[in-house]
């Protein structure tokens, strides 16, 4: 419940996002540009979709085997499991599988907070960033029991699919990629 509430607020709060650096290239995608000054310059595209943008995105119907992770910087269980996402992707990825982090920060701390930390961790798995003030259409239309909590995680291919509304060790998360592995 605790949970729900969060994402309630940080629903609410997205519903104000005026960033000027953002160009809206269409209705259901956006894109953050970046560039961060430290020791390396680092330039980031920060993708930014509604509902209608991501759904294609979590329904790939091909020969990969899919993972989409819903988490969040501000989410510590959500931080905790991404370790074993990347270790995912690094050791699938050859495999035909492909790894999708959808952020549900709040729009506010993309440059502040989300960009900066996919920065210093490095990470090498697809992030972008989900935005869309319609959490009664989005949550059930990506899974009808989901209560719209995080982490949260789907693993599909052509044939089957599962949503997963919990975090995961590393053990976990192959043990259950591993029955979508052919």
Known sequence: MKRLII???????????????????????????????????????????????????????????????????WCAPCVKE???????NQEYKDKNVEVLL????????YESKLIPFVAKRNLQSEVVAFDDVDQNRWITAIHKDWSGA???????????RQFYERSFTKEELETELKQFLN
Do not use: M, Q
Request: with cysteine.
């Open 82 to 88: 991404l370790p074993y996402f990347e270790e995912i």
């Open 7 to 73: 994402l309630s607020l940080l629903i609410i709060c997205s519903c104000n996002n005026k960033d000027k650096d953002v160009s809206v290239s269409d209705k259901s995608k956006s894109v953050l540009s970046t560039e961060k000054k430290t020791e390396n310059t680092v330039d980031f595209d920060l993708e930014i979709y509604d509902y209608d943008g991501l759904e294609p995105l979590i329904n790939k119907n091909d020969n990969k085997v899919h993972v989409v992770n819903f988490w969040a910087t």
């Open 150 to 160: 995080i982490p949260a995680t789907i693993i599909y291919n052509k044939e089957k």
């Open 102 to 109: 959808v952020s549900l920060d709040f729009p506010r701390n």
